[in-house]
């Protein structure tokens, strides 16, 4: 073929009988199409692996990434495979990803579609943009007459539609770009489609980066008239919750006397809160706006302690050398960790290489947000899941190009798309929330530890209660173990009373607050304090009983007990949702001697609220915060110090810092400790530390009582003494005796569906096959044995360490079974 008596080159030319084709494998974004494995393309081009391409997927077309292509075979196009049908320029996976997806494909046994998922942001079809050239030679020397040849001995001449087409293209320069929702003259489309076929026109799609708005750009200061802020919170909270938990939520990022500041992005992040919430607090002065040139003076950083240094040294050391290393950063709370971080971050980009930042919940980070920003400034960027499809694409862009090369987020962030990272930091490396608990379930551990290997460059975690597992590898050698025993500040850990509530029964006078707890209580009122009561169990009771014959009311379609809600009057499943209303007599004997049974948050209300009839009083729990607002009013109102005694579950145990508190109250240690799961008593001691820590954060002194029915038990007796060395030992003879982890790994195979005798069926047929892989243990029921409607039951595999995981997936089913399903999950989080 040829254009003007100029031949095309061979790759634009349909006719030329030597077109060379490549063989595309290709992964399917998963919300184009779930597929278990690669699909196979033609294209026309040799293509990189990583790069974007629209493929037909079935009778549609989706976005997918290739993964290799090489050149095709004689005799291949048109009998075996489709074309693809387009690549996408601007668009690409760094091949660190592709290999970081494999990797979770063959640990968490997932499909690769599905672990790439994670690495593509949603909405990234929308902005596509289609821009359509004029092949050079293609337009006639006189404009009018439109005698192209379709081919060399063809006498055929191009139809009136398209020489307008090819009119209207020179007429714009020679180049047309259709964005979404572009409109058409009728016939266009078509005709651009033919004319790119027979060579004349080239088509190419491309990323069109959205430019920021004007509100997303803005930085944002907190006035540096505390004394404002202060009146705000103290007058205004109760009636502005959300403007007053955004305000406390940026207190708490001022570590040091700098002032940082802040993205509209990195507030909504920290505080939940929208862009409406940030325009209402500029409005009245409470955030300043900095303008770009004026922004982010470097703050003096602080001088590092002996062990801080240490600890510097080593890090930077190992960053330098360009190689992996795994370092443990133990070190109490307080001690600060996050400046040996920061410093180590300033090598690694010092040295042309980007930083990963990884928290366990972005909307706790303010502090680690605080820090980045008031060192490094804008050249970092937050990612969390409150980002809208729009952020999340420019994010995804600004990374990749490089304007930002740190990145600061929860386990997503794991695959943003970095390119050249030269240290990984996973802080608080022992929180549950760093394990997916949905497909792919993957452990951000292992995966950063995959991707710092893949970068050659060390990965540090660090936490003040280090897994078991990460405190084995540190002590074996496999991790470079680093210690910091003191606080950088001068602040001391909180004193903590252990109280045997066993004492009370055997007096015959058992009571919710125990003398001791209700005497410090008494005193901290007294002096104006507030006092955080923490227990891990919401609703006012667990259960209803009835004392005649013993009946339990039991949720319909779960094996658990309905919790009776005393302010709503109603009995819950925590479960399903299920809602009974509690009955005056009972089914079973028709007597009347119904009563409540056990202990949740809403009872230890009550039972504050009769001890100080006059002190205000909150409950922070799932049930009280579900109310649009309610979390919000609660933490300022707590803040400001209007409320004294904040009554809560898990939720009061992490978060916002509060100066005033000095009391923390444990009511019952057990309801943690006394779980069917072997990391019980781990996360036992993990939260009494975390809630201890509750107690003292300001200027004066903090105190603990921890309640419970086991005062010898070790999660107790190791958290009063903040002792996590002789905790580990005990924990570690003990796995050591039983066999689990570190010692060896542990696959949980959950069955689960409506028909029980199929469950069982099918959990004895798995455990039969399982057996060639490992030690098995079960089938066995669920902790909790049916929820909603489906019942569950599930076999255990331990494997040891060295022995890789990858040969278990011949098991997972690809097609899901709609009778029975089957979860394999590797290293999970929960055995319940």
Known sequence: MSINNKPLPPEQDPFAPTRKHWLVDAIIDPRSARLDRPLTYLSNCELAPGQAIIVPVGKKDGLAFVLTCQPAPDQTEGVLHRHIIDQIEGISIPPS??????????????????ALGAAIPAGMRDRLATTWTLVTGAAPSKPKKRDFQLRPDSEMKLPPLQAQVLDILEAEGGQIVEKKGHKWEPGTLRTLLTLSKAGLVTRKLTFVELTESRSQDKLWALNPNEAIIETFLRNESKRKPAQALALISIQQSHVNEGRPEFTSSDIKAMAGVTDAVIKSLASQQLLVEITRQESFPQSEPPSPNASQSKAIAAITAAVKKRKFQSFLLFGVTGSGKTEVYLRAASQALHAGRQVLYLVPEIALAAQSIGRIRERFGDRATVLHSDLTATERLNNFHKIRTGKAPIVLGARSALFAPLDNIGLIILDEEHDGAYKQDVEPRYHAKLAAQKLAQIHQC??????????????????????????????????????????????????????????????????????????????????????????????RWTCPRCSVTLSYHKHEKTLKCHHCGHVEIPPEQCPDCGNSRIAPV?????????????????????????????????????????????????????????????????????????????????????????????????????????????????????????????????????????????????????????????????????????????????EVLGPADCAIERIRDRWRRHVFIKIPPSQPIGPLKELVPIYPDKAVSVVFDVDPNSMM
């Open 458 to 551: 060390p990965l540090v975690l660090g936490s003040a209660t280090p897994s078991i597992e990460t405190f084995y590898e540190a002590e074996t050698g496999k991790t470079t173990f680093l210690e910091m025993p003191h606080r950088a500040a001068e602040a001391e850990l909180p004193e903590v009373k252990i109280v045997d509530l066993t004492e009370g029964y055997r007096q015959h006078h058992p009571k919710i607050i125990s003398p001791a707890l209700a005497e410090l209580l008494a005193e901290t009122l007294a002096s104006g304090d507030q006092v955080i009561l923490f227990l891990n169990r919401r609703a006012y009771t667990p259960f209803m009983l009835c004392r005649d014959c013993g009946r």
């Open 97 to 114: 990803l592709f290999e970081l997806a494999k990797f979770i494909s063959e640990e968490s046994l997932c499909s690769l579609s599905v």
């Open 598 to 774: 056990g202990l949740g948050t809403e009872k230890v209300e009550e039972a504050v609220r009769e001890l100080h009839p006059e002190v205000s009083i909150a409950r922070l729990d799932r049930d009280f915060t579900a109310k649009k607002g309610a979390l919000e009013a609660i933490l300022a109102s707590f803040r400001s110090g209007e409320t004294q005694i904040l009554v809560g579950t898990q939720m009061v145990a992490k978060g916002l810092d509060f100066p005033g508190v000095t009391l923390v109250g444990v009511i019952a240690a057990d309801t943690s400790i006394n779980l069917p799961d072997y990391r019980s008593s781990e996360r036992a001691f993990q939260l009494l530390s975390q809630v201890s820590g509750r107690a003292g954060r300001g200027k004066k002194a903090g105190r603990v009582v921890i309640q419970t029915f086991q005062p010898s038990h070790p999660s107790v007796l190791c958290a009063q003494t903040h002792e996590y060395r002789s905790f580990y030992e005990i924990l570690k003879a003990e796995r050591m005796a039983s066999s689990y982890p570190p010692f060896v790994r542990i696959v949980n195979v959950v069955c689960s569906g409506e028909d029980k005798t199929k469950v069982e069926l099918k959990s004895l047929e798995l455990a039969e096959k399982l057996q060639s892989f490992g």
